[in-house]
T-cell receptor, first 113, second 117 residues
Framework: DAKTTQPNSMESNEEEPVHLPCNHSTISGTDYIHWYRQLPSQGPEYVIHGLTSNVNNRMASLAIAEDRKSSTLILHRATLRDAAVYYCILRGSDGGATNKLIFGTGTLLAVQP | GAVVSQHPSWVICKSGTSVKIECRSLDFQATTMFWYRQFPKQSLMLMATSNEGSKATYEQGVEKDKFLINHASLTLSTLTVTSAHPEDSSFYIC?????????????FGNGTRLTVT
């Protein structure tokens, strides 16, 4: 599986935008970029995913570099409830039934009031 | 949205006993479910992939005879930790993918915290 590299931790202030970077220089042409987050003592939660174009949903935006070797998850206005570990994961689209998600170490986001 | 229910949310058992954890997809059918475990301050580690009606596929280093997985229906998968020992104490999390597409998001349960005394 292609690997991703994320900072171990980041801090943000409440109501300010947060940009969480992810490097994936070995991404293949068919890999999708997925983001999940995990709040303390809970299972992970899907945030967003994309292939080439930037994506927006109600939770966040995903900006993908033109060469696809990096991406940035954007939380437009951080709240205290956004404090979590954010995982950037590459997921193959080979049509196989399993499409495993292999988690790296993620970025621990702290949000200060 | 799609909901995955995991039960129990926590369990304490004695060393040598077996514990069964259930994972249900409540409002969708899941041909594939995944089982993870997570130790404190660490990331999730994939244990196995559970396929409805067939044998589970285990990741390297995971003992299939110790962690029994059954996926008897499109909405239920179970993980049984057999002859549990204190080192099996961990946070076990299941996830499921619905049938709409192989790149559809995975939906996760809220985990089961197992403590073996």
């Amino acid at each position: 599986d292609a690997k991703t590299t994320q900072p171990n931790s980041m801090e943000s202030n409440e109501e300010e935008p947060v940009h969480l970077p992810c490097n994936h220089s070995t991404i293949s042409g068919t890999d999708y970029i997925h983001w999940y987050r995990q709040l303390p003592s809970q299972g992970p939660e899907y945030v967003i995913h994309g292939l080439t174009s930037n994506v927006n949903n109600r939770m966040a935006s995903l900006a993908i570099a033109e060469d696809r070797k990096s991406s940035t998850l954007i939380l437009h206005r951080a709240t205290l409830r956004d404090a979590a570990v954010y995982y950037c994961i590459l997921r193959g689209s080979d049509g196989g039934a399993t499409n495993k998600l292999i988690f790296g170490t993620g970025t621990l986001l702290a949000v200060q009031p | 949205g799609a909901v995955v229910s995991q039960h129990p949310s926590w369990v304490i058992c004695k060393s040598g006993t077996s514990v069964k954890i259930e994972c249900r997809s409540l409002d969708f059918q899941a041909t594939t479910m995944f089982w993870y475990r997570q130790f404190p301050k660490q990331s999730l580690m994939l244990m196995a992939t559970s396929n409805e009606g067939s044998k589970a596929t285990y990741e390297q280093g995971v003992e299939k005879d110790k962690f029994l997985i059954n996926h008897a229906s499109l909405t239920l998968s179970t993980l049984t930790v057999t002859s549990a020992h204190p080192e099996d104490s961990s946070f076990y999390i299941c996830s499921a993918r619905d049938r709409t597409g192989h790149n559809s998001p995975l939906h996760f349960g809220n985990g089961t915290r197992l403590t073996v005394t």
